[in-house]
């Protein structure tokens, strides 16, 4: 499947979308609120979005959810004036599911709406178009407004740079934000190729990647800031060049460039199940951020478990971990979900935590959650995130 990245009302070439291959997943609702928003077509169909917690501005918000359409079905996921295409997905013994991440750094604060729409035709053919169901929800998105209702075509000089921050490397599946920075002005348009650092003898152009466009936005003193959102999900494993480049007038690569080198691995350990509970994969946060863990599980309705959540010790968990000398732990139970699986979910608040990886774990408490040993209880799920 091949899909594009942009900002809506941006001048990304329609011609763009035959060398774009783009994957990802997002979600919307109030932190703490577990009503799971959804729209039924009279035949049935439905899509979900999972709850989504309120967001700061430059951080990474992934929209995902739950469908019954078949995998490989389009979706147009829109977040205020972001937007892009992503596709069903299905994992065994659940749900299928969809997921894209959107960098907040060009939406402006307050109340965002996400939508989420089934798509079919195909543009090559100029066919393509809403197919009838969608779905919206909404969350509140803090901080200052970093980008600009002015697009600023500078003039490039020797002094001026585009700088691309370490990747790290990265796992199949993994949805996070390259980011930079630049002397360019807020407002400038950029060039963003996620592709293979080399390309087949015979290749002609991309052969699997992502490519988009955004604006320069506010950094940190004189400073200012790239990033986009990449995933990673149809990615096959092997050395990425993540670059960018200033726009020119007819949206193609300028004279002014910034790359990293990146290797992407098989899939990792985020958001794979030990067996009874697949927690989704969790983006990037930041200290003091307040999010919702979910995730989807073959488990009845009323099953009680156990979370931690605590630094990454390094090696794959058996179990929770009675040794952990700082973390979160918290008990609630599998909720019900749709026809296909339940739902775990927990809030999470990362105030005074430092920064790091971080293990999340879920289990299967044995008797009463409030006197049974913790030490006992059955693995079910893990899954890892950064804080940053």
């Known amino acids: ?32 609120n577990p009503l799971h928003i959804g729209a039924v077509s009279s035949s049935g169909t439905y899509i979900h979005i999972d709850p989504v917690a309120n967001q700061t501005t430059g951080n990474l918000l992934i929209v995902r959810g739950t469908t019954n359409l078949p995998a490989g079905t389009t979706l147009m996921v829109q977040v205020s004036n972001y937007g892009g295409n992503t596709e069903v997905y299905n994992t065994s013994n659940s749900s299928n599911w969809f997921s894209m991440p959107v960098d907040t750094a060009i939406l402006k604060p307050g109340t965002s709406t996400i939508t989420v729409m089934q798509m079919k035709g195909d543009p090559a053919k100029g066919d393509y178009g809403p197919a009838g169901l969608n779905v919206t929800a909404s969350f509140t998105l803090h901080g200052a407004y970093l980008a600009t209702d002015t697009p600023v075509q500078p003039t490039v000089t020797a002094t001026d740079f585009l700088r691309v921050n370490p990747v790290g490397n990265r796992a199949q599946g993994d949805q996070f934000l390259v980011t930079g920075t630049t002397s360019l002005p807020i407002g400038t348009q950029v060039i963003w190729m996620v592709g293979p650092a080399a390309l087949a003898a015979d290749a002609t152009g991309i052969e699997s990647g992502i490519m988009g466009g955004s604006p320069v936005t506010k950094g940190s003193g004189t400073t200012n800031r790239v990033s986009f959102a990449v995933d990673t999900t149809m990615l096959p494993p092997g050395l990425y060049n993540a670059s960018v480049s200033i726009a020119t007038e007819d949206f193609r690569p300028g004279n002014l460039t910034g790359y990293a080198l990146f290797t992407l691995t098989a899939p990792g350990k985020t958001g794979q199940s030990s067996g009874e509970i697949t927690l989704a994969p969790i983006s990037d946060k930041h200290t003091g951020d307040d999010f919702p863990v979910t995730g989807t599980t073959s488990l009845p309705a009323g099953t009680n478990l156990i979370w931690q959540i605590i630094p990454d010790p390094g090696t794959s968990p058996t179990g929770i971990d009675m040794n952990a000398q700082s973390g979160i732990m918290a008990n609630n139970q599998v909720i019900n979900g749709d026809t296909a699986s339940n739902r775990v979910s927990l809030d999470v608040n990362m105030t005074d935590m430092k920064p790091g990886k971080y293990l999340v774990m879920t289990a299967v408490v044995v008797g009463d959650p409030l006197t049974a040993d913790p030490a006992t209880a059955s693995l079910a799920g893990y899954t890892y995130f950064t804080l940053e």
């Not at 011609?15 to 291959?21: K, L, P, Q, R, T």
């Open 1 to 32: 499947m091949k899909h594009q990245t942009l900002v809506m009302g941006s001048i990304l070439a329609a011609g763009i979308v035959a060398i774009v291959v783009c994957v990802g997943m997002v979600t919307g609702f109030p932190l703490g």
